[in-house]
């Protein structure tokens, strides 16, 4: 099991050396934005942020190369005005399942406040105490994310170092005139998907990631029927934050990277009672009444 160190000093330092966290396929898309989508500048700033989120060092854990998380970013630019973008940031990340070839998604996140000034060729740099670039900001916050959630499925707790890293990223960027930094930008902001993850209001959903991630899908190779109930319990927890906040953005967020997996975990392998397990999750999630109403 990975062990997970805090040691803030040293991740200000964001060495690139051999023990990089991500391995992430970035996308710069702008057919939306129109004119000629194959400008060189589209290609440079997708290069340019490749590098940059897999080459630095962002924590001081070492992550063997298997280990490293794999995600995706893409960019979709909608429109540019000079160095002037708008658009969205689609960012997704899984990680391996133990004994088995299987990804299991960890994150799924459609980040419609996306707003930054961008000149080609100039330095990506983050740094955490500073505001520079609300395009980094953005980017910098959904790394740290997804390495909390990560950390958080071997981990009881695991991602918590990282989630508030992610929150002084907020901080830092608040005092910027962007949208998404603050509690007034909205419900679906980046501000009110991390204010979750730091609250203890929703800390059965940390028990949840470490439950059916590690107790549940590693399981699954060696006692599938052991590991469908292990995931049911994890997913029962969840009720008592639904029951606190009902539909909230945390809970959405995690329908939204699960729902087709736990549709295809209860649709097949070991039978068992479903009943319970597909009410609660028409309750807390039930925009996706038509997937549950699959499970067999």
């Known amino acids: 099991m990975r062990k997970f160190i805090y040691l803030i000093g040293l991740l ?13 396929v ?12 194959n400008l060189q500048i589209f290609r440079t700033l997708q290069q340019q942020l490749t590098e940059f989120i897999n080459n630095q060092q962002w924590t001081t854990e070492e992550y063997k190369n298997q280990e490293r ?47 930054f000034n961008y000149k080609e060729f100039e330095p990506l740099v983050f740094n955490i105490n500073q505001f520079n670039s609300n395009l980094i900001s953005i980017i910098t916050y959904h790394i740290y994310t997804i390495i909390g959630l990560d950390a958080s499925t071997f981990e009881l707790n695991g991602g918590d170092a990282y989630h508030e890293v992610a929150k002084q990223i907020i901080n830092t960027a608040s005092s910027s005139s962007f949208a998404g930094w603050k509690s007034t930008d909205g419900t679906q902001s980046r501000y009110r998907y991390n204010d979750a ?18 107790l549940g899908m590693d399981l699954m190779a060696d006692d599938a029927k ?3 109930n292990n995931i049911a319990a994890s997913l029962q927890t969840l009720k008592s934050i639904n029951d606190r906040r009902p539909n909230s953005y945390l809970l959405r967020t995690f329908f939204d990277a699960k729902v087709d997996e736990i549709k295809a ?32």
């Open 265 to 296: 975990i209860y649709s097949g392998g070991p039978a068992m009672d479903t009943s319970d397990i597909v009410e609660s999750l028409n309750r807390m999630a039930p925009t996706r009444r038509a997937s549950w109403a699959e499970i067999r």
């Open 12 to 24: 200000l330092t964001f060495s690139t050396g051999l023990a990089q966290e991500l391995n992430a």
């Open 197 to 214: 993850l730091v609250s203890p209001v929703y800390k059965e959903f940390h028990a949840t990631m470490y439950e059916y991630h590690r």
């Open 69 to 115: 998380i794999d995600c995706n970013f893409t960019l979709i630019v909608t429109s540019y005005d000079g160095d002037a973008f708008s658009g969205s940031l689609q960012v997704q990340a899984s990680r391996p399942v133990y004994n088995s070839t299987y990804n299991t998604s960890i994150y799924n996140y459609n980040d419609k406040q996306v707003n």
């Open 226 to 228: 052991g590991a469908k």
């Open 26 to 37: 970035v996308t710069v898309d702008s057919e939306q934005a129109g004119g000629n989508s």
